[in-house]
């Protein structure tokens, strides 16, 4: 192509060339225009519809400074991209966090999960992992105890290559559906401490259709969640299907002093899985039985 | 040169170049003569062209995996079609132009999209593929045409179709392609779950598939763990040399060394991670950095294999 390139403007001084110059320039210009257009492609604004629904017309004020989302700009992992939403009141800002809204905009289900958190919990950072289809706005929405929506925004590339928002290893995934584990980290920061929830389950979107019976494969994925230290509620957890495989959720909280969690997962088959470990586990488990 | 004779060749060379420029060039249709892609002919009636180390783009119309074809007395089997239908139809041209023999089979050597883009070229052959070929197609297939629609553009995408295998192979299973039989092994979940490598017996030159990379940073999309076996498994083949699926070849079974390097590496320090309580997003960041220097495209894909790693081993 360069040596067609030079063989073209070698003939500068040519009627001809003089054409083929111009041509190119505006050759050029709209490969630049595409290249351009490859680095950021336009992705249809949804969020003003989408937000009126979810919402239902509610205002969202702007959350700088006090609702933050955290993800990596490109999606290196279509199939688990971590996302932490964490929410920092302001010294002498008496509210507490109600609820989290995720949205992913531009995937097929955009509201990925929805928590809400018990008052005493105190809660105020939460990642999970979600599967991203495509250039993504994702939204969170984070609602305080006086009812008052704030909205932070962050912007994924999609991921390039071969990996797909779908398991990478399925029979796994079969074999060991409905596992749990939960564990308690080390470092305890200031009154709080952070613990993480683990639970087995290919979360199939439903969405993906074989190509030769043309059948989509059936939905089934982790759609309710429920975590609790002793008898206090932590959290809740409503999620649809861009919630990645092996759902995972690490989040800060107060302890209360109590000497177990408990935690009970819910599929869209009716399954329900639960499970109580002592509140002291800070190490991870050893248990090598799904090797 | 006088002006007149060298007129219609600038003439063409600018309206080739616009054409490129502009991505007009057409495709090649049905029936069409393809330029055949350059093959190396790896062992007697063995061929396979070496991929570009790169990730698909339109410039390189997809063709960055190896893909190959074995010639028998009464058949010729291809390993892996390509990352385009343009490259599927290019492989066809190179294997016409060295065998008359009907392409019986197409074995695809797992669903990565530029293994698999090209089967179309290929139709009335029997495509094989692992036990779980048709179930990742199925999971993934629709996914890869519209994201790769995005990334190759419109006009290469043109033609492309899933098509799955219509023979499976459970675990092992040897075709016969007149006086040479090749031998097909389904492998547990390593690259992907679903791993097939393809050994002729008559030359030991065995085709890995993505189970081996060289050059190019291995692609963790199966199981970590998984693979680290397998490697201890394929080393013992009886092989000669190896098609790897990416990267030049190779002999055998020294071939797997990088690899291992690598992948036990990355599996030894994201476990150090995550028993020390980093997040997968911070384990990432910083996994396998000594090995960053020894390949091709680990920008690309490190961070993702950490991910990948990541959430495979925080299960132990």
Redesign the interface.
Known sequence: ?F???L??LH?IG?Q??WL?VA??AL??L??LG?LSFAAT?EIEDTWASLANDIFRGRPLADGTGLVSI?M?IRA???A?V?V?MRVTLPPGDSRGLKALTLVIDSNPVPVAATFTFSDSAGISVI?T?VRI??YTNVHVVAELSDSKLYLAQTYVK???????????????AIA?LG?M?FRV???PSGAQR?AQV?I?HPNNSGL?????SLLY?PANFVDELHVWQGHALLFSMKSGISI?E?P?F?FTYVPNGATTFKVEARDTNGKVFVSEWPATTS??SND?S?? | MP?QS??P???T??L???A????VMPAARPGETADPLPVTEVASGIYAHIGAIA??TPENEGAIANVGFVVGSSAVAVIDSGGSLREGRRLLAAIRAVATKPIRYVINTHA???HIFGNAAFEGAVVIGHK?L???????????L??FR??LGDELMTGIK?V?PTQIVEREARIDLGDRILLLQAWR?SH??NDLTVLDETTATLFAGDLVFLRHLP?L???L??WLAVIGELATIPAGRVVPGHGPIADWPAALEDERTYLQLLAQQVRAL??G?E???AA?QNVAESERTRWELFE??N??NA??AY??L???
């Open positions: 192509m040596g067609h390139a063989k073209c003939r040519s001809w060339s083929c041509a190119l050759a050029l709209s490969a595409g492609p955290d990596p290196e992992d279509a688990i971590p932490t990642s992992r289809n495509s999609a991921s390039g290559g071969c990996s797909a928002p779908a398991a990478k290893n399925a029979d796994e060991t596992q584990r980290f080390g470092k952070e683990m087995r993906q259709r074989d190509q030769v494969i990645s092996d995972n690490r190490e991870p090598s799904n090797l | 002006f060298v007129r060749r600038s003439a060379a600018c080739t170049l616009l490129t420029l502009l991505g990730v698909m990565h999209p530029d779980n048709p179930r990742a197609l199925a999971a993934r297939g629709q996914f890869y519209d994201a995005r990334v899933i799955p979940a992907t779950d692609v999309d199966g199981s763990k998984g995550i028993k309580g997040t997968i997003n990432s690309e894909n961070v993702r991910t990948a959430s495979e925080e299960w132990e």
